[in-house]
């Protein structure tokens, strides 16, 4: 488990060829793969469903149940953000971010996950806050300063960090490396 409050539990998910979980529910939730992989889902009613991630495609999974295997070649890597309301919020969501193209930005509980990376002058000045929370997942080495109220802040970044913004949360973040940051914003409603 790398993050857990109120709002979302996220998990890093790692399964090895051949590998298996046992039985277990999710609420909704977003799977971020960090790499291509081949899963295989038994369902209660023994119903099979194979899927294909695709690294780096954001997928939205409804709530339920099921057992896991790792049907491919290389492992299943991947971030997976539980939701933990139990239906969508009502907070508008902007289309996009200024300074920030379509593959970073993702609209959780929007049902249309949309959004890439953080431009060079991507910024959020000091006492920016939201009305929804934010899950910033690092999908490659980067540089982006994230300052939110009560914490340290964090200005180097590795794949596969993950970090909160709670919605209200006063926070700055600045894109400090001088290119793109390779990272995923998700938006919750």
Not at 47 to 57: H, P, R, S, V
Not at 89 to 99: D, H, Y
């Amino acid at each position: 488990m790398l993050l857990d409050n109120a709002s979302v539990r996220v998990l890093k998910v790692t399964v090895a060829p051949g590998g298996k979980t046992p039985a277990h529910a999710h609420p909704d939730a977003l799977l971020v793969p960090l790499a291509d992989g081949k899963a295989r889902f038994t369902l209660p009613d023994g119903k099979i469903q194979d899927a294909l991630l695709t690294k780096e495609a954001a997928v939205y999974t409804p709530a339920g149940s099921h057992a896991g295997a790792n049907v491919g070649t290389g492992d299943i890597d991947a971030i997976l953000i539980e939701f933990k309301a139990p239906a969508p919020g009502k907070a508008t969501l902007p289309r996009r971010v200024p300074a920030c193209s379509r593959r970073c930005w993702r609209r959780a509980r929007a049902r249309s996950p949309t959004g890439a990376p953080p431009a060079p002058d991507f910024q959020e000045p000091a006492g920016t806050t939201h009305d929804y929370d934010q899950v910033v997942i690092a999908l490659g080495p980067g540089e982006i300063n994230l300052q939110v109220e009560g914490q340290a802040p964090i200005t180097k970044w590795q794949r596969g960090d993950v970090h909160f913004v709670g919605r209200g949360v006063k926070h700055s973040s600045k894109n400090t490396g001088g290119k793109p940051a390779d990272v995923v914003i998700v938006a919750i409603r």
